[in-house]
């Protein structure tokens, strides 16, 4: 089996360059994406996101995104924090008992 590349990073800002390229050039994304190095469907990804966020198109925007993650992240610190307290007590529960 082959390996599988790493996934490529880009920052916010490289994002929304690109983006403004493409609506500032005039030419097809697959142009610019070409022209970037990266692949038409993520730059059309990208332009999709930055439509949402600036409140052209309907959609999760980013920071609402990164406000789903992070409250996910704590909901599952305190659902262990949850499942902790309840062997807890029911290990006190059965040494009360003896």
Known sequence: MGTKKPRR?????????????????????EAVAHRLGIHP???WG?????DIDDGS???????????????EKRLKVVTMERDLMKK???????????
């Open 9 to 29: 990073q880009y920052s916010p800002e490289y994002k929304a360059d690109a983006v403004k390229l493409w609506r500032e050039s005039g030419e097809t994304q």
């Open 41 to 43: 469907t993520t730059l």
């Open 57 to 71: 198109r309907e959609g999760t925007t980013t920071a609402d995104k990164a406000r789903i993650a992070e409250l």
């Open 46 to 50: 990208w332009v999709k996101q930055a």
């Open 88 to 98: 807890a007590t029911a290990f006190f529960a059965r040494e009360t008992e003896r």
